[in-house]
């Protein structure tokens, strides 16, 4: 039985965790690899992951926290008492707190509040077969790799690359050369409500979050905006 739930995706685990008593749920979390154990945390509704939390030991939370995705984890993190947040920010790993810390910075229905800050992003300079090299590299440090960004030395955005386009290119081309338009891309401080309209306009599976002077800062993916996405309109 044990096997068969560490196989299991966390949403259906979720789901599983929602039917059973407050002693069952904390056996189940626990006999969970801490990746999985992280991603059902996440599943959970609210109501219910705020009661588990609240049974759970500040050392565990912040080990949660720190194998999810910093909007995920910042999305749990608001959810605490002001009091846990700053405690477990400070035991946490001075690097996935800092991630935290920056998504904290901005108000609640902004592009900022919600991107992932974990993303590839790579000169236009280099070429194809220096791109799959690096995405070898680096490839783990982001959640999802849909697109690969092309920036400047300032990392400022300047185009989207698809891997499909990516891998049928010739390996001597520069990745500035594949560039097909200009990416659409979300601001910092711009409504919820407006990336979810450019995810429909243009059928969207993530899109690049920018700051002031066009640095690239951040992704969001459609999955980020599902539940707002899905909501019926009044």
Do not use: C, W
Not at 141 to 161: C, F, P, S, T
């Amino acid at each position: 039985a044990q096997d068969q739930l560490k196989n299991m995706h966390p949403a259906d685990l979720a789901d599983i965790m929602s039917d059973l008593d407050q002693f069952e749920r904390i056996s189940i979390l626990q006999s969970l690899p801490a990746d999985t154990m992280a991603k059902t945390i996440a599943e959970l509704n609210p109501s219910l992951r705020e009661q588990l939390l609240g049974k759970l030991k500040d050392e565990t939370v912040a080990k949660v926290l720190e194998k999810l995705a910093p909007d995920a984890a910042t999305d749990i993190v608001e959810e605490l008492p002001k009091r846990r947040m700053h405690h477990l920010l400070n035991i946490m790993k001075a690097k996935e707190a800092g991630e935290i810390r920056e998504l904290l910075q901005f108000k609640k229905d902004t592009a900022g509040s919600i991107m992932n800050t974990k993303f590839v992003a790579l000169q236009g300079t280099i070429t194809v077969s220096e791109a799959l090299n690096e995405l070898r590299k680096k490839g783990e440090q982001a959640e999802h790799i849909y697109y690969l960004y092309i920036v400047n030395e300032e990392d400022v955005l300047k185009g989207a690359i698809s891997l499909r386009d990516i891998i049928f290119a010739d390996s001597s081309a520069s990745l500035a050369s594949l560039i097909k338009r200009k990416p659409v891309y979300a601001r910092l401080k711009e409504n919820i409500k407006s990336v979810v309209g450019k995810f429909t306009k243009y059928n969207l599976i993530v899109i690049p979050v920018i700051g002031k002077t066009k640095k690239l800062e951040g992704v969001i993916t459609v999955d980020d905006v599902l539940p707002l996405l899905q909501k019926p309109k009044a």
